[in-house]
């Protein structure tokens, strides 16, 4: 069992900032890659930025140089710094985790449960 539990969403003006948070427990046995995806009423989920293990990050163009994903893998956490807050970055914010379990040979795909982030004045 795998569990991904993110933290740090809220009410912010444009131009703010938030720090989120995604801290994965249960049987890890290790992780491929996390990440963060957010959608917006009535629009797709999209990738907002990923980092594998052992690899480069990948942003969506509408974040870069903005946003910030960073890792602690001693704590199998990952976080998103979040600057100069747009109002079209409104969205609930689902963590991601590429994860094997032990005893399990296939990497399974988890997510969050959501955390809301409003941008507004």
């Known amino acids: 069992q795998v569990q991904l539990v993110e933290s740090g969403g809220g009410l912010v003006q444009p131009g703010g900032s938030l720090r989120l948070s995604c801290a994965a427990s249960?049987?890890?046995?290790?992780?491929?890659?996390m990440g963060w995806y957010r959608q917006a009423p009535g629009k797709e989920r999209e990738l907002v930025a990923r980092?594998?293990?052992?690899?480069?990050?990948n942003y969506a163009d509408s974040v870069k140089g903005r946003f910030t994903i960073s890792r602690d893998n001693a704590k199998n956490t990952v976080y998103l710094q979040m600057n100069s807050l747009k109002c079209e970055d409104t969205a609930v914010y689902y963590c991601?985790?590429?994860?094997?379990?032990?005893?399990?040979?296939?990497?399974?795909?988890?997510w969050g449960q959501g955390t809301q982030v409003t941008v507004s004045s």
């Open positions: 249960g049987r890890i046995f290790s992780i491929t890659a």
């Open positions: 991601n985790g590429q994860i094997f379990q032990y005893y399990r040979s296939y990497e399974e795909n988890y």
């Open positions: 980092m594998p293990s052992g690899g480069s990050t």
